[in-house]
């Protein structure tokens, strides 16, 4: 990584740093929101023993790994008036174009900086909760390792999906419903609202050919050990697929956003 | 040398246009009508090494669409681009490292981050080097007077101090060339004189070439020596300041009271433009005759008790071009 | 009124103008809450009997919850986009109009999401209201009626002084974003699933329980199961209107207090 990029990369962190309010919002959110996961999955689980092949545990570490697991996703950037859609409609983004760095690896750049720094809040969150035992450790070493990698697949796979949302604003200049429309996919497709597993066979269906699924469930089934070891080979095929196929359509849709830029004037 | 060469410019947009009122709404919703537009019109000029170009129009002319061809933003249509001999749009990235820009109130400045941080960022993706960042950083802090804010966040800043800000970024790389659309836009008039002297410091001491748009008149009159003039995207004037004054700046008024009142007031070669008793306002008529001229013949027929030559600034010279140019399209 | 109808009309003739962008608000709103109603279904059918309340039961006090959440977002929920319109500088153009702030806050935009919202907790109110064991005499009706009307208020109450707080520091968003996923997480469901403190928390710091938890229980015969005293529970719609009038007492205050938004 070059100074430039390392430079770029920290814009989002060093924002927040200058707003101490900030980290200790995302703090206080993290921890509240935690601790009443915590307390629903560990309510519900009051008068049953297993549900969907989930054991309390299991399930209560699925649902904190997971909202942990948000904060990686991306900052909201909207009050640095830093988000593509505010960079388009106030035409900001003529000085990407300015530049000797293409926008597309400035984006890259500036989202690698911001899930780094969600990272550090996600490894912070989970040593904590490892040692309160909120969360339990990995079902087995292989499981961790398998995790490990699914994780971060699962993390190109998200990149991919969030920058193609942020691409839609060069042709709609309100991409908000998009953006809400990717959030809720997200969260109900990749069990952010609640395992995957606790639905009806026809939603894992469905879901198994969508892609949200193996940016946060598929990892996290792993971790606790839910989809059997032998299973890992087949689903990270499939996360390196969409991968691929996700990494194609974005190349794409950089390019015909360029074209929108530079033939129609944004 | 010539920096910059545009020769036959031309950008036409597609838009999608709406039907007015509600039914048309959910009409345009199934079937859009796409309409053209060309902005930009068939311009050709060129901008020597060193020079500073203002490139002036009403609004809507087509000068920003211009700059933003001239800069690699936009892809023109048809015509060709040369800057530092580069086609910008096609070669944008080493492009990017011989001009500096910068877009009116828009800002390329990280809001949440001091001025300095991201002038430093800037810096790194220039690939700026240390010794010398400092060094134009100071010139920079003498000339626009940096230091008392750069370590505001951008969101605290006011708007001309964001500009100045702007203006240093877009030159920290120190570009050959610099475009600068509307800078001046909403500063009060002591930054504006700081900004001034600042661009004249650059072309005067550093030899950069800049284009500049504005509708600032003091500013031309202080800063162009070559002025190009487009309206409807079409260039109409491409000269100095003198040349455009002679051409369409010879429209003076004459004042005068006449000692006695004949019913009739004329003078061969002047037209009466208003006349109140005994107070005459000629104007010059179809030949263009000078004041000097206009007072000989006026003197010589009339008797006069009072007498006021009245020569139209800068901004009356761009309202009769603006004028002028819409007669010979009409 | 004639003036606030006029406005809304244009406002919607605005969004028509995004076509793309219209169909995926409707279906924004129909998604969002299809999640929940999907969320509501799962925990109901793998975890039966959840606090003691039939399944039916936590359907109607969900669908209460959604249904009012729907009409909050039609009527009142512009606020919650106040840290926009200041970021926008508009707070500063409304003062100079002859029309109150809060009233050119609600009509600053037509918000589509509605439509879609409401179109899915309609149909699952009247499914609850047709299946849930309750005997609907007129008073009954009339008090569900009363209570979804409160609980619009309370929501609106808790929009309003986060908008409140938004207008002195458009940052705020990011809470109110988060107090709005909280609500829709844990709204649906009776609340005394939860531990005692965050139940309580849900009732006296984040009035939440009035907005459909506790009504629900009135209607349904679930007095035994709650933490606050019977009569409380039956006047949750009064609670919701008082809780929006001090809100509005809030957001005037801090109008006086209102500094600008710096920087531009
Ligand atoms: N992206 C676009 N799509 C369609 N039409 C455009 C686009 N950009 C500019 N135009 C049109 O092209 C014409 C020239 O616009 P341009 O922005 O170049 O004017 P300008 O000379 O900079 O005016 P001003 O002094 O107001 O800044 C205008 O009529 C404008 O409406
Ligand atoms: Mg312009």
Redesign the pocket.
Known sequence: MSVAQWRVARVTPLGEFAQPARITGTAVRLAAQVFLVVCLWRSLYSQVETSAGLVRDQAVTYAVLAVLALQIRGLDRSASRDTMLQHIQEGTVLYWFVRPIPPRRYYLVRAVGDQLYGFAWVLVGYTICLTAGAVEPPASGSAAAAFAVSALLAQVIMYQLLLAVDLLCFWTLQNNAALTILRFLQNLLSGVIAPLWFFPDWFLTISSVLPFRYTLDVPLSLYIGRSPLSDTPRLLAIQLLWCVLLAGLTRLMWRKAAGVVTV??? | MDAIIARDLTKT?H?IARRPGFVGGLKSLVAPARIA?T??DGVSFSVREGELLALL??????????IKMLTGILVPTSGEVRVAGLEPHRDRERNARTIGAVFGQRTQLWWDLPARDSLAILRDIFDVEAEEYRRRLAEFDDLLGLSEFWDSRIRHLSLGQRVRCDLAAALIHDPKIVFL??PTIGMDVVVKEQVREFLRHQVEQRGRTVVL?T?DMTEVNRLAERIVL?NH?RLFFDGSLTELRRQFGATWQVHVTLADAPADVAVPGLRVLRRDGPRVAFGPGDGATSTHEALRLIIERYAITDLAIEENDLEDVMREAYLHREQMTA | MGLVWRITRLNFRAVLEYRAEFMLKVAVGAAWQISVVVFATVLLTRFPGMGGWATSDVLLLASMRLLSHGLYVLLLGRVTWTHIVVQLGQIDAFMLRPMPVYRQVQLAFFNVNAVGDLLVAASLFVGAVLVVDVDWTPARIAYLVVALVGGVLAEGAIGTALGSAALHAPATAYWSMWLDELMTAFGNYPLHILPGLVRDAFTFVLPLAFVAYLPAAVLTGHLETLAVPGWLAVASPLIGLLAYLASRLLWKRSLRAYKGYGGT
């Not at chain 2, 129009?57 to 211009?66: D, E, F, V």
């Open positions: 129609q004037g944004g | 947009f838009t537009k902005a930009v129009g009403p609004n809507g002319a087509g000068k920003s669409t211009t659309d509307e748009t509708h487009i995207g």
